[in-house]
């Protein structure tokens, strides 16, 4: 089925984007949810698909979530940045928790303020862990970056595992911190220049 089919029967929650913005949006099926989160663009627009189970998981830890819009983003990040079948801003897909199963990173608002969610697959159902807070928001200048399994740091004060996906937040282009899960929860280390 082609993708612009598909997407008008998936029951799913999905970001769509241009340029300068991102809005949220439903889309209403009787036919089955993608098996994996997955980013896809048209006309250079980025939408993410979740499958109905991660789309469950968010609702039932945080009710009301709301992922971050690109309207937020300084539009010279939103020009320059690198969107792939693996990253869009504030979204990640990736192995994490390296079961062979595709989990997602959002950046976007809860009840409490800033939130970076990690919807983790859990065997045969999904978790939505709380990577970090931010309770005045998730800063607009920061932007995630996914990185496959295997890629060393070099960085000696910095090692995450090699056998799962791991992600970076560039921070005002200053600075970036590498995300990897492990031991049942995220860590996080300052990468040197």
Known sequence: MPVHSARRHIAVTCITADLLLLTACTAVSTERSPEAPVLVYTDTAPSLLLPSRMTAAIEKAYPGFRRSELSHYDSTIVRSYEFTSRQALNVVIG???ADSTLDVVLDGMASSGGVRLCILSRTDT????????????IPTDN????????IPSTDSLCVAPLDRDVFVEIMDEKAALLFYYQDDRFHHCLLSD
């Open 95 to 97: 192995d994490f928790n």
């Open 126 to 137: 999904f978790e939505a862990v709380l990577v970090e807070e931010h309770p005045r928001g």
């Open 143 to 150: 932007y995630l970056i996914a990185l496959p399994r295997g």
